[in-house]
């Protein structure tokens, strides 16, 4: 016999999902997926059923999402976490199964009507997660298929105690925000619910940014709740307060909604072309993912660097190669080829030998109101040591720039970094700032090769943390796990290397003394 539920009401008329009596056929077999052609997706046609205790039934479906055109298809795309990677559960498709996530069963029983199948792309179950060839050109259709869908459905889980109170809370204020004879509601109770509704992990998951950011319809389901996803934007937007913990959301699920549909690449795929890699991944690098190269491939999507400049980087997504080569070459596409990068397995930080200079520090922070002082000296008519100043606007980040941190040249990179000083080496805070040249204002022709400032470049040992805090507790152990034989030449070894380092640190940071 398949799976029998055990469901039983709520108080409030909802079904929550029970425990599985696992009483299985041992005739059934799990499904196997046959090849996609080129350029095709699968979809998930969920079969109805009257009976709410009936198993999940549906088809698989081989859809050309790429003869479709630019208009909206008819499916929608689900949004959700897949929580624990136990899968206790079964989707059926015909006579054989698919194991799926408590949390993902939990929302094909809400999804499911009674009388009409509904047709939707659940990624755990129209991908073969096993196939990883297969996962990684997938992966890069992910911002089409949830730009083509006619509904993207945000799934947060089943109901807990009060949070019934959130989704009123929030609508009540969405409605709030557009009568200027109503003030939001001031319940404490209600604020409570909203808050732990905001600590569910959908929130944190990586591969969210991508598809709110793609979504021209979405839509908010907690239980047997849904919420329109503009009016959930409004209603947060009355409590400046529960915006910090989910800001970079709701600023893409805001921006979504003007931002034209997306963009063709010279590839013919699509991209939502929202910010560069670098300041995407100085925005979101903090937010979770079960699959740390998911960290870097969920954002490739929104990025608006040239296709061909991330493919000749190696950036085009691929399980088959391991996290610290990922890391290694998006670090790379940063800074470029001339510098030395180490990177760990299973560590999310990487280690950074540069030639570089500072070119200026941070002068003043106002929000994300950034004032850079040059140091770099050019001769104009006014004033052949003049400095310069430059006020610049950074993108929100876990890590906030302050003042006093640093402004860094490296050789070879496209855009200057800010880095902070410590003992014997700098943290990079932000990858994403405004070329040397754009730094610099000047009365007079600014050349790069021609500034003094330049042509003196030392070795500098920097520290890229994608941890939420300021340094990583395995960097306390770092001189040991350092190999100075890959950055130092001849016999300089332990000792001599930290030397070298603070040597070089502090006659970097002097330069910038003065200004």
């Given at each position: 016999?398949p799976i029998v539920?055990s469901?039983?009401?709520r108080a409030?008329g909802?079904?929550?999902?029970?425990?599985v009596v696992?009483?299985?056929?041992?005739?059934l077999?799990?499904?196997?997926?046959?090849k996609l052609?080129?350029g095709?997706i699968?979809?998930?046609h969920l079969?109805?059923?009257?009976?709410d205790?009936?198993?999940?039934q549906?088809?698989?479906l081989?859809?050309?999402l790429q003869k479709?055109g630019k208009?909206a298809?008819?499916?929608e795309?689900l949004?959700?976490c897949w929580g624990?990677?136990?899968?206790?559960y079964?989707a059926f498709?015909?006579?054989?199964y698919l194991p799926?996530t408590?949390n993902l069963?939990?929302?094909?029983?809400r999804l499911r009507?009674?009388?009409?199948g509904?047709?939707?792309?659940?990624d755990?179950?129209?991908?073969?997660?096993?196939d990883?060839?297969e996962?990684?050109q997938?992966?890069?259709f992910?911002?089409e298929?949830?730009c083509?869908a006619?509904?993207?459905?945000?799934?947060?889980?089943?109901?807990?105690?009060g949070?019934?109170?959130a989704?009123?809370?929030?609508?009540?204020?969405?409605?709030a925000?557009?009568d200027?004879?109503?003030?939001?509601?001031?319940n404490?109770?209600?604020h409570e619910?909203?808050s732990?509704l905001?600590?569910?992990?959908?929130f944190?998951?990586i591969?969210?940014?991508q598809e709110?950011?793609?979504?021209r319809n979405?839509?908010?389901m907690?239980g047997s709740?849904?919420v329109?996803?503009?009016?959930?934007h409004?209603?947060?937007e009355a409590?400046?307060?529960f915006?910090?913990p989910i800001?970079p959301?709701?600023y893409?699920m805001?921006?979504?909604i003007?931002?034209?549909?997306?963009m063709i690449?010279?590839s013919g795929?699509?991209?939502?072309?929202i910010r560069p890699?670098?300041e995407?991944?100085?925005m979101y690098h903090?937010?979770?993912a079960?699959e740390?190269?998911?960290?870097?491939?969920?954002?490739l999507?929104?990025?608006?660097?040239?296709?061909s400049?991330?493919q000749?980087?190696?950036l085009?997504p691929?399980y088959?190669?391991?996290?610290?080569?990922?890391?290694?070459?998006?670090?790379?596409?940063?800074?470029?080829?001339?510098?030395?990068?180490?990177?760990?397995p299973?560590r999310?930080f990487s280690i950074?030998?540069?030639?570089?200079c500072l070119?200026g520090?941070?002068?003043s922070?106002?929000g994300q109101?950034?004032t850079?002082t040059?140091t770099t000296r050019?001769p104009?008519s006014?004033?052949p040591?003049?400095?310069?100043?430059k006020?610049?606007?950074?993108?929100?980040?876990p890590?906030?720039v302050?003042k006093?941190?640093l402004?860094?040249?490296?050789?070879?990179?496209?855009?200057?970094?800010?880095i902070r000083?410590?003992?014997?080496?700098?943290?990079v805070?932000?990858v994403?700032v405004p070329a040397?040249e754009e730094?610099?204002?000047?009365s007079g022709?600014w050349?790069r090769n021609?500034?003094?400032?330049?042509?003196s470049l030392?070795?500098?040992?920097?520290?890229?943390?994608?941890e939420?805090?300021e340094?990583?507790?395995l960097l306390?152990?770092?001189e040991?796990?350092?190999?100075?034989?890959d950055y130092?030449?001849?016999?300089e070894?332990?000792?001599?290397?930290?030397v070298?380092?603070?040597w070089?640190?502090c006659?970097?940071?002097?330069?910038c003394r003065?200004?």
């Open positions: 016999m539920l469901v039983d009401r409030d909802t079904k929550p999902v029970s425990e696992r009483r299985q056929d041992p005739k077999s799990q499904h196997h997926y046959s052609l080129p095709n699968r979809l998930l079969l109805p059923d009257e009976d205790k009936a198993p999940i549906c088809q698989l081989e859809y050309a479709t208009r298809c008819l499916y795309a949004s959700y624990s990677s136990d899968k206790p079964r498709i015909g006579e054989r799926i408590s069963y939990a929302a094909l029983l009507d009674r009388f009409i509904r047709v939707l792309w659940v755990s179950i129209c991908i073969d997660q096993e990883t060839e996962r990684g997938q992966v890069q992910m911002a298929i949830y083509k006619n509904r993207v459905i945000v799934w947060l889980g089943e109901a807990e105690p949070d019934h109170h989704s009123k809370e929030i609508v009540g204020a969405a409605l925000s557009g200027q004879t109503t003030t939001p509601s001031d404490e109770s209600g619910a909203v732990r905001l600590a569910r992990p959908w944190r998951r591969w969210v940014l709110v950011a793609a979504a979405l839509r908010i907690c709740t849904e329109d996803g503009f009016a959930f409004l209603g947060l409590y400046p307060g915006q910090n800001r959301v709701t893409l805001k921006n979504s003007s931002r034209p549909n997306y690449d010279s795929r699509v991209s939502l072309g890699l670098s995407l991944m100085d903090t937010h979770e079960s740390r190269r998911d960290k870097v491939f969920a954002l999507g929104m990025s608006s660097d040239a296709p400049a991330l000749a980087a190696g085009s691929d088959d190669v391991p996290w610290e080569e990922v890391l290694r070459r998006l670090v790379q596409f940063f800074l470029g080829g001339r510098v030395v990068v180490d990177t760990f299973d999310e950074i030998k540069a030639k570089s070119v520090k941070v002068s922070v106002n109101r950034v850079t040059s050019r104009t006014q004033d040591l003049a400095w310069s100043k006020e610049w606007v950074s993108q929100p980040s890590k906030a302050q006093g941190d402004v860094c040249y490296i050789d070879g990179a496209a855009t200057s970094l800010i000083p410590f003992t014997d080496y700098f943290s805070i932000l994403s040397l730094l610099i204002i000047d022709p050349r021609e500034d003094t400032t330049l042509r030392s070795d500098v040992l920097l520290v890229w943390t994608w939420s805090s340094i990583h507790p306390n152990d770092y040991f796990e350092l190999r100075y034989d130092l030449e001849g016999e070894r332990d000792a001599l290397a930290k070298a380092r603070i070089n640190r006659f970097a940071v002097s330069r003065s200004v």
